[in-house]
């Protein structure tokens, strides 16, 4: 066990020197920072999109919404026919289906002080 140990003290004290010894270099400039301007231009894109998107999530979900309400009128319906013809055709009733309201969303552009 000894030797073990002696050989992975030579193997980490190899290796300590190794890295000890490596040359340092000067951290790499990276590119030049935007202008106060020109952050809050993207800002404003970013957020614009994102509340476009957004709007385009809610009338997708308001259109999904009265497309089930219609099947389930149709499906009702079908139901009521059915019971005339066979009156133990029922259906299970299933708890309503939660109604999503967006919330108001209101994005200004503030230009910070220079």
Request: hydrophobic share 55%; proline share 5%.
């Amino acid at each position: 066990m000894r030797a073990f140990f002696a050989a992975i003290s030579r193997y980490m004290s190899g290796w300590v020197a190794e890295r000890t010894t490596m040359a340092v270099t000067a951290p790499v400039a990276g590119p030049a920072r935007l202008a106060v301007d020109s952050q809050m231009d993207r800002l404003a894109a970013v957020l614009g999109s994102a509340q476009e998107r957004t709007r385009a999530i809610a009338s997708a979900h308001a259109m999904a919404r009265e497309k089930l309400q219609a099947a389930d009128y149709a499906l009702d319906r079908l139901f009521d026919e059915l019971h005339s013809v066979m009156p133990k055709a029922t259906r299970a009733k299933l708890a309503p289906v939660a109604v999503i309201v967006p919330a108001p969303i209101d994005i200004r552009r503030r230009r910070l002080a220079a």
